[in-house]
């Protein structure tokens, strides 16, 4: 069966931060772009964000893109590349300035300036203290910086697809991406989306875990595509726990609370962080203060009848600032755990959050894969930015507010690339291979046809379940090394998925099923990359290999789907302009 074609010159599939900051670079430019999402594009995850955007615009006391630098190099555990990391320090004032200016409201300082908040990790003066770099609109930066960008974009005609799914990527067969093939929800009908240039800014993947603050559409599909068209992944291993989900609806709260003055207690009243990290106390990274929280609840000293939370005490900044700066927490407090902050602790423990892994690229957007001992060959016309991506900024750690701050520049970044690109290529398209739908009918044929096969919810929360238990905040190698024959077992059912409803219009069984094949991708990955690592880094803590391991291990993971293949590649830590920040010990 041949299907209709729609060519664009750029198509990107997700409508984040991260796509639309990108969409609008490029339809601003007098291109025809198709932007494709499976949600209304404000509706993305990126409108959960609360914390807000990290810049270096030192509105709030003595700042420098360097600092940001340093802190971002240490947060990754040295597994982020220093080229990378400089690019998006030195450019996150400029996007932010630019974002404000495209009608974002920011929170104000009386003198008219962005106010910025303190943040886990972020310091002045190489690690001396505390810095405010967090720019924000109350806690709900996200959501006003969707609205800005895709008003953007409205403006510049960026052509939206709104509630319809990527399925599979095309690729010629001399490797290069001419597109995808997405299925409408409404009619069930199958499209080719031809592209000079492909972007993915699918987001995260964090639904493979069982307890996970990502909305329900996170379900990896970007990097699933990206593994089945036979590009590896990069330092999937590598998953933030946040430090603070509501206990039992995995909900965030932000860090953003700790940032105006919050603190977390165990049961017996006693500010633990302290112990841990006594400089930056509950402001240290991520992966430090969640592992403190596991262990505290480990060892005894959590909270409630079964002495499994911690709670996040913030009475004590007063109903006033509660009000102004964190209303959208009071309010989560109150719908999921039933607590008023102003006046009780909230209930909190640590919760998937983030995937720092993904589909590899370098600092300007463009996907790379290796083609024998080369490790940095560009996959011609396909880029990918924002969640999905792996540039690799954030190393085995990111720091809160640079998964916006990264939206913005590689977003941006990624745009410039495909925007050279695209002019290179001239007005015609490339001619499209005769098969270049059938891996994805094929796959909705098999949904189809499938009687006594296995339950996608099952089939599903088998998976979760196995991550969760097997790759959390503490990794135990027998543990892992079950995961593995776990996450291996489930290829069976994922492959024999079987939907009852079989009708095209609105079919949301379908597409769940579409998006478990996804799904597993990216937990396979994880599974396999996780159990392969031998040492400590970043988020990933091992039970046996308890250190950083910078001989055998500064290096970064590469996941093949065909044959479970891993590969290393070297980190790099050379940056652009300044001297590289050599690892050493990472204390708060
Ligand atoms: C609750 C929460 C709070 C956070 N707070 C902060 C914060 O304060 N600061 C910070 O820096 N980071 C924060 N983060 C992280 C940050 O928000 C995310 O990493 C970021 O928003 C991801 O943006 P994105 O553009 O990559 O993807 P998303 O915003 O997740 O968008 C993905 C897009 O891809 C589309 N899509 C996916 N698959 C398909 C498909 N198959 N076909 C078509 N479309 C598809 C979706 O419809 C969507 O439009 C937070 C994350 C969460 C979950």
């Not at 290096?555 to 590969?567: A, V």
Request: aromatic share 8%; with cysteine; charged share 25%.
């Amino acid at each position: 069966m041949t299907l209709p074609v729609r060519k664009f010159d750029a198509v990107i599939v997700g409508a984040g931060g991260a796509g639309l900051r990108a969409a609008y670079e490029l339809s601003k430019a007098g291109l025809k772009v198709a932007c494709l999402s499976k949600v209304f594009p404000t509706r993305s995850h990126t409108v959960a964000a609360q914390g807000g955007v990290g810049a270096a615009l030192g509105n709030m006391g003595e700042d420098h893109w360097h600092w940001h630098m340093y802190d971002t190099v240490k947060g990754s555990d040295w597994l982020g590349d220093q080229d990378a990391i400089e690019f998006m320090c030195r450019m996150a004032p400029e996007v932010v300035i630019e974002l404000e200016h495209f009608g974002m409201p920011f929170d104000r300082n009386d003198n008219g300036t962005i106010y910025q908040r303190p943040f886990g990790g972020h310091t002045a003066n190489f690690g001396e203290k505390p810095v405010q770099r967090s720019s924000c609109a109350a806690d709900r930066t996200g959501h006003a910086m969707l609205h800005a960008l895709y008003q953007r974009n409205v403006h510049s005609k960026t052509q939206f697809f709104v509630e319809w799914m990527a399925l599979d990527i095309i690729r010629a067969p001399d490797g290069r991406v001419l597109g995808v093939t997405a299925l409408e929800m409404e009619t069930g009908d199958i499209v080719i989306f031809q592209g000079k240039a492909t972007l993915f800014a699918t987001g995260g993947g964090g639904r493979i875990f069982a307890s996970s603050t990502n909305a329900f559409i996170n379900m990896g599909d970007g990097v699933g595509m990206t593994a089945r068209a036979g590009i590896p992944l990069e330092d999937m291993e590598f998953w933030q726990f946040h430090p603070t989900g509501v206990a039992g609806a995995g909900v965030l709260i932000t860090e953003g609370v700790r940032g105006e003055g919050g603190y977390l207690l165990n049961k017996n009243g006693e500010r633990f962080m302290e112990r841990y990290a006594p400089t930056m106390k509950d402001l240290a990274s991520r992966d430090v203060v969640s592992r403190a929280m596991a262990t505290e609840i480990k060892e005894g000293r959590g909270c409630g009848p079964h002495g499994d939370y911690i709670l996040l005490k913030l009475d004590h900044l007063g109903a006033d600032v509660i009000n102004k700066r964190l209303p959208g927490i009071r309010e989560s407090a109150i719908k999921f755990a039933n607590i008023d902050p102003v006046k009780e602790p909230i209930p909190v423990v640590p919760t998937c959050h983030y995937q720092m892994g993904g589909i590899p690229t370098n600092y300007h957007g463009e996907v790379i894969a290796p083609k024998g001992s080369d490790m940095s060959v560009v996959v011609p016309g396909f880029y990918a930015a924002g969640e999905c991506g792996c540039a690799s900024i954030h190393g085995a750690n990111r720091l809160g507010t640079n998964s916006l701050t990264d939206l913005l520049v590689m977003g941006k970044s990624s745009a410039l690339s495909m925007l050279d690109f695209i002019k290179a290529e001239g007005p015609k398209h490339a001619e499209l291979p005769k098969d270049a739908g059938d891996m994805s009918l094929t796959r909705v044929a098999a949904l189809d046809g499938k009687k006594g096969g296995a339950s996608v919810d099952k089939t599903r929360s088998e998976i979760q379940r196995t991550m969760q238990a097997h790759c959390g905040v503490f990794r135990f190698p027998d543990m892992l090394v079950q995961g593995v024959e776990k996450i291996k077992a489930c290829a069976d059912s994922v492959a024999n998925l079987e939907i009852g409803d079989k009708s095209k219009v609105f079919n949301t069984a379908r597409i769940e099923a579409l998006e478990l094949q996804n799904l597993y991708e990216v937990a396979r990955a994880t599974m396999i990359s996780a159990e392969a690592r031998k040492e400590t880094r970043g988020a990933h803590d091992r039970a046996d290999h308890h250190q950083r391991d910078d001989v055998n291990w500064l290096k970064h993971t590469l996941w093949y789907k065909e044959g479970d293949r891993l590969e290393y590649k070297a980190v790099n830590l050379k940056p652009l302009s300044v001297e590289t920040i050599p690892p050493k010990a990472r204390v708060y």
